[in-house]
């Protein structure tokens, strides 16, 4: 059993940053997908940037050159870095990662942290 703990949301003022957490428990096998996810109020869960097991990254447009996904590895840990950030990004964060074993596919998810943006 895989659990994911978010750490790192809060309250920031247009154009600064933060760096949200996301700490993996347990071992995960196979081959997997790193992806952080957010949901603003009455939408849809949207991607935000996701990096892969070969450790090509991915961005929405809406977020490149100013969001950075990166993973440690030691700390079995997944980092969001938001930089310049702006009041569209207030949203719910969440991360998942997907791995894939030879006949199935699992989907573990964190818990959400809230990250606000507003002067």
């Known amino acids: 059993q895989v659990q994911l703990v978010e750490s790192g949301g809060g309250l920031v003022q247009p154009g600064g940053s933060l760096r949200l957490s996301c700490a993996a428990s347990?071992?995960?096998?196979?081959?997997?997908?790193m992806t952080w996810y957010r949901q603003a109020p009455g939408k849809q869960r949207a991607l935000a940037a996701r990096?892969?097991?070969?450790?090509?990254?991915y961005y929405a447009d809406s977020v490149k050159g100013r969001f950075t996904i990166s993973r440690d590895n030691a700390k079995n840990t997944i980092y969001l870095q938001m930089n310049s950030l702006q009041p569209e990004d207030t949203a719910v964060y969440y991360c998942n990662i997907r791995s894939m074993v030879p006949v199935n596919t699992f989907d573990y998810w964190g818990q959400g942290t809230q990250v606000t943006v507003s002067s």
């Open positions: 347990g071992s995960i096998f196979g081959t997997y997908t």
């Open positions: 990096l892969t097991s070969g450790g090509n990254s």
